[in-house]
């Protein structure tokens, strides 16, 4: 394998890994078989497994992953594609209706192994409704797991088990990270949902980011390290199973908190994180909590409105300094 | 059919409508709570459909599904205690009338947002077709769903890939409180759209098991040899109203009387004597349906109510309902 691997390799990549080991993985999706998928995140997978387990379908959301679910409820392990997340509403009685609930509402009976992965966020200016990051819409629904890799070693572990997972998984691959590289896994990585990674150690303040927040994070962090304010990065990886211990842990050394989220500030995955530490961490803080969000407006489509509604390095910066002086 | 298997389906059937008439009655004593949606006189629809399924073909109904459930192996003792809030209901008390599941007996359960299960049914028929088992899947459902979008998605899927499914209609006539007729485009509204997907659509008295039983077994033969899916249209009438606040009154008198004199039960019951069996076999199946029904009333009514504890369990495959690590 190549010394490096863009993030849109590892997931084709990751699926592949768990198709060879597992001959009820199977996949599905509008564009997915011989074209590769529009973002090219399933390129090889159809020359590899044949159309019986790399299914094109037609553009019917409400098919795709209600067959999914089917198939995952007899004995089938599905990864069902829907192409931007924004389409996700296109399906949404089985994200928010079916999928989640049958399991509790039959009492344990039925078992729904399934992922759904879908391209998540904005930064590439396609306008309103191919650019939202949507990960805070399944947040609401209970009896979803939900995964947003930031490398393409975190795709590839965590793909691994979300595919392996008994419970449904929905996925996002975020748009703005496909062409970014990293060092490939190892064969068998897996990286367990529910454990935040903290990727850059600091004493001053905690900044907890997901998927393509955690290189805004970073950037961020490098330029507050040369006013000398040491910020330590949580990248949460996951947002159910959410990882509150490591982030209280982190508030234990820093005492200062800032999230970073791309979705709309209105219900974000940050104001769930803020509102446990307030529950169980209120006396690790010396410092209000400060959350930088999307604004709650539509995603625009130029670039210089775009840039005024997603957080950016500079809003970091900016939200971290006033903490950091607090 | 021969007549032993008649006398066996008319049994099952009243044994359902004698269910159906008990979760009536436990309603008004107000020891089922929430709604529930009865299926009486749309029997022999799920009983001579499964009389024509294997045991391991899979089966998704909708929130009308009492008797989709019993046809498909659960017990009446199982479905009441659900509806009562019993710890020894189908789902432990957890799905109630709308989602009777026994997935024991690949019954995968009953949905209740109209047509969301047909996909699912797809789905299951394409993991039967990778697994080469030979099983069919099989959905119910309500005219209603004929017009969202889930039952096009879902005929069109399973026509592409010529999958083993059936999909069956109960034609009731009504959407909810509105007759189907004055919102759907066409006067068949599920055999009609069949064309439309290259695949078969027929129409059937919904009300004649043996009808029921012969047309599902020609399709299921049908799809088993990998020619595809079939839409099934079967004509039958609700003895109640959509569910248990719905007296009914939009239903012509002339027309409800019609229908309750083409009762399935009495179809079963007539050819079973036109074949000569003699009445008091008949008189005894009532009997026993009598008294499994009455037996299974009281057992749910002594049994306990589900610990509470249940409430934080099952979300998850481990079992619980933690979302934090």
Known sequence: MADVISYREAVAEGIAREMRRDPSVVCLGEDIGAAGGVFKTTAGLHKEFGSERVWDTPISEQAIVGAAMGAAMTGMRPVAEIMFSDFLA??????????????????????????????????????????????????????????????????????????????????????????????PPPPDHVVELGRAAVVREGADVTLVALASMVPVALTASERLAEDGIGVEVVDLR??????????????????????????PYQGGWGATLVSVVADEGFGLLDAPVRRVAGECVPLPFADVLEEQVIPTVDKVVAAVRNLAAY | MDTGELLALYEQMVLIRRTEKAAHDLFLQGLVKGTTHLAAGHEAIAVGASAALRDDDYVFATYRGHHHAMARGATPEECLAELMSRATGLCGAKGGSMHLTKAATNMLGSYAIVGAHLPMAVGAAW?????????????????????????????????????????????????????????????????????????????????????????????????????????????????FGHSRTDPATYRPAEEVERWLKHDPLDIARGRLVEAGVPEERVAEADERARTVVQEAVEAAKNAPPPDPREAFTDVWADGGAAWRT
């Not at chain 1, 947003?148 to 449904?168: E, F, H, K, L």
């Not at chain 2, 979008?149 to 009504?174: I, M, Q, R, S």
């Not at chain 2, 189907?180 to 008295?205: C, K």
């Open chain 1, 90 to 183: 296109c399906c949404w009685d089985y994200l928010a209706n079916e999928i989640p609930k049958v399991r509790y509402m039959t009492g344990g009976q039925v078992t729904v192994p399934l992922v759904v992965r879908t391209a998540n966020g904005g930064g590439l200016g396609f306008g309103a409704q191919h650019s939202q990051a949507t990960e805070n819409w399944a947040l609401t629904v209970p009896g979803l797991k939900i995964a947003a890799p930031a490398t393409p070693a975190d795709v590839i572990g965590m793909m691994a088990a979300a595919i392996r997972s008994d419970d449904p998984v929905v996925f996002f691959e975020h748009k703005g990270l496909l062409a970014t590289k990293g060092a």
């Open chain 1, 238 to 263: 996951s947002l159910v199973p959410l990882d509150t211990a490591t982030v209280l842990a982190s508030l234990g050394r820093t005492s200062r908190l800032v999230t970073v989220e791309e979705n």
């Open chain 2, 127 to 239: 993991s039967a077709k990778l697994r080469g088992t030979g099983q069919l899947a099989v959905a119910f459902f309500g005219d209603g769903a004929t017009n969202i979008g889930a039952f096009h998605e879902a005929l069109n899927l399973a026509a592409v890939w010529k999958l083993p499914v059936l999909f069956v209609c109960e034609n009731n006539l009504y959407m909810e409180y509105t007759p189907i007729a004055d919102v759907t485009a066409v006067p068949r509204p599920a055999a009609d759209r069949a064309p439309a997907y290259g695949i078969p659509g027929e129409v059937v008295d919904g009300n004649d098991v043996v009808s029921v039983q012969e047309t599902v077994a020609r399709l299921a033969r049908r799809a088993r040899a990998g020619d595809g899916p079939a839409l099934l249209e079967a004509e039958t009438y609700r003895h």
